[in-house]
């Protein structure tokens, strides 16, 4: 559906930050050797050509700890160049005519839930153009390779070095582990899509620390790993929470400052990860807080059948970091923000078009205690937009140009099951 076709398309993986955070501000050393790849040289080369990302390649090897990486090509390509062939894959598609007429529905709902701003999905270029402003590279399979954003700048510092290894280690995780297949396997809405990631961009992001640190002369020996990645999460997380579009930074932000942390803790167990993955962010925010993972509850509901002339065209779990970041955008404190997050149980929202092209949309959602359902629900005052109801544990939401009245007996029968 619409939404996550916007998945489907962004949902390659990316590298979107740096390394920061270390414990040896300043000036740095000449490189240093890592302790796993005491042999290979990792002084900073021009990415650009061939031999240096022969290099990198080996580097990023030695650093996941397997013994042969695949062949991987590697190019060079303007933003404007990255932009028109994803554009041109989105068309080529087979199921976008009805999507594309969806999308509004789709942006508007989420729009209306502060997680979107108009235009974002229906605009010209749209979400697309916004996420490669924000890249500086991109795995894409194992067909295409590496694509790296030229903006006109160098590429042989340590920074631009430690980019191209995170895509390589991507490259190195899809020979080892078929990300499609993993995905295809595991995915079910955006929330889960978001939770998969931490996987394969926390283990990317956790090399690159490690290559990025070792090029700029530190000895990953006495880095604090805890407080560094801990402080990274941090810097990471912040603006996605003052984006005017939570649900596209969202993207750029949550694998990476969560999955970090997550992989330096399971290092070099990489298997273990693909294996029992999260599934939803609740798990991530759980396991990063060190405290016990609640599964969600089974809401027990399916999509309101539509009547009146109004069709379905979309749903989609947006689970508890987009819980956070819808309630802080609709007025919620950050820290109760926050808390809604690790108070989420479930939820399902089911956007619907209507005969003359108007929008309607419902949001259900389980929490762990009523305490927090009253505090979503208060939202309702200084967002008129929105209609908010609340009985016991369960929230509904619902928005959009019309209440159709089978989208109010579904909000009443869900309120009211025990």
């Known amino acids: 559906m619409a939404t996550l076709r916007v998945w489907a398309l962004l949902g390659l993986s990316a590298t979107v930050i740096a390394c920061s955070g270390d414990d040896h501000p300043g000036a740095a050393d000449p490189s240093r050797a890592l302790p796993e790849c005491p042999e290979i040289d990792n002084s900073p080369c021009d990415t650009r050509t061939p031999a240096c990302q022969k290099r990198l390649l080996a580097f990023a090897g030695c650093i996941y700890g397997v013994s042969q990486t695949p062949n991987v090509p590697v190019r060079v390509v303007t933003e404007e160049q ?7 894959e989105d068309d080529d598609a087979d199921d976008n005519a009805d ?19 108009p235009g974002d999905l229906t605009g010209d270029g749209g979400s697309l153009v916004q996420i490669v402003a924000s890249i500086d590279g991109v795995y894409q399979d194992a067909e295409r390779g590496i ?22 280690v991507h490259a190195i995780q899809d020979a080892e582990f078929d990300l499609e297949a993993w995905r295809e396997k595991h995915a079910r809405g955006s929330d889960s899509t978001l939770a998969l990631r931490t996987v394969t961009e926390g283990q990317a992001t956790y090399a690159q620390f490690r290559a990025y640190l070792a090029m700029t002369g530190r000895d990953v020996t006495r ?6 990645l801990s402080n990274f999460r941090d810097d990471v997380i ?37 294996d029992s993955p999260p599934l939803t962010t609740l798990e991530v925010l759980s396991r990063d807080a060190g405290i016990a993972f609640t599964e969600p509850a089974e809401l027990g509901v399916e999509p309101p059948t539509p009547d009146g002339g109004y069709r379905l065209v979309d749903g989609d779990s947006l689970g508890a970091f987009q819980l956070s970041l819808s309630a802080h955008g609709l007025g919620v404190a950050l820290y109760a923000a926050q808390n809604l997050a690790q108070a989420w149980r479930g939820d399902a929202l089911w956007v619907y078009a209507g005969p003359d092209g108007e929008t309607s949309w419902v949001w259900l959602l389980q929490f762990a205690d009523p305490t927090f359902a009253d505090q979503l629900v208060a939202v309702q005052q200084s967002n008129p937009h929105l209609d908010a109801a609340a009985f016991g544990e369960r929230v509904v939401l619902t928005g959009g140009d ?17």
């Open 223 to 228: 880095i604090d790993w805890d407080r560094t």
């Open 402 to 418: 019309a209440r159709p009245q089978f989208l109010i007996d579904a909000s009443v029968a869900f309120l009211a099951a025990p």
């Open 238 to 274: 912040a603006p996605a929470f003052e984006a005017p579009s939570p649900f596209l930074a969202s993207i750029t932000t949550f694998p990476y400052a969560y999955g970090a942390a997550s992989a330096f803790r399971s290092w070099p167990d990489h298997a273990a990860q693909f």
């Open 147 to 168: 694509a790296l954003v030229d903006r006109g700048e160098p590429r042989s510092d340590a920074d631009a070095n430690a980019l191209l290894l995170h895509e390589f």
């Open 99 to 117: 999507d594309d007429a969806d999308l509004p529905h789709s942006e508007r709902a989420l729009v209306d839930l502060r997680l979107l701003q």
């Open 82 to 88: 990255l932009v028109e062939e994803l554009s041109a």
